[in-house]
């Protein structure tokens, strides 16, 4: 019994740990060529995403905003981390569901310590994919 319970936990722990992986290789793969490796960012063109999205990932208007801000893009200006930023970010809908999940994941979870219930769900890309907003309509999403 003890044996089935702890080998249960390693399974559970095993996959969380590679679902982070896998986060964070398409992180690398999709979105680090303008937000960089550490997340850190390109002044005037691409917001830091360390550090900065903790708060927002707290509130559940906040995790619809991400879920689909990677699902649809999103264009215009927003200030971010204090600093005024007006350029295009590429909408991700051709990654599925999971892959999502995932990359965002590594967002909030490795560059912003949040923990795994205040990340996005596979419910949050369907919600997402639904409304189907226009990149430049993701930013009132942000604002709430
Ligand atoms: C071609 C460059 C580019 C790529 C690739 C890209 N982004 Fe972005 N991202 C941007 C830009 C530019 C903005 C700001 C858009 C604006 O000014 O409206 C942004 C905004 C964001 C924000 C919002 C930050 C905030 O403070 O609200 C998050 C989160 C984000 N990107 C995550 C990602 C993720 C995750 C990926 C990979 C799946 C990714 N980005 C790929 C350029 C990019």
Redesign the pocket.
């Known amino acids: 019994m003890r044996f089935v319970l702890l080998s249960g936990l390693a399974m559970i722990a095993a996959t969380a740990a590679c679902a982070q992986d896998r986060g964070a290789a398409?992180?690398e793969q999709?979105?680090a060529?303008?937000?960089q490796q550490k997340g850190e960012g390109i002044p005037g063109?691409?917001?830091r995403?360390a550090g900065?999205?903790a708060e927002?990932a707290k509130k559940e208007t906040g995790r619809a905003?991400?879920a689909q801000?990677?699902v649809s893009g999103?264009?215009?200006?927003?200030v971010?981390?204090g600093e005024k930023?007006?350029?295009?970010?590429?909408p991700?809908a051709a990654?599925s569901d999971e892959e999502?999940v995932a990359?965002?994941g590594h967002?909030l979870g490795d560059l912003n310590g949040v923990p795994a219930e205040q990340r996005i769900t596979p419910q949050d890309v369907a919600a997402a994919r639904k409304r189907a907003l226009p990149p430049n309509e993701v930013?009132r999403l942000?604002e709430q």
Not at 74 to 78: E, F, K, R, T
Not at 85 to 90: K, L, Y
Request: proline letters at 8%; one cysteine or more.
């Open positions: 398409l992180f999709h979105c060529v303008c937000h063109f691409a917001p995403l900065n999205l927002r905003y991400l801000l990677v999103m264009m215009g200006p927003i971010s981390g930023f007006n350029d295009a970010m590429p991700f990654l999502i990359v965002v967002v930013r942000r």
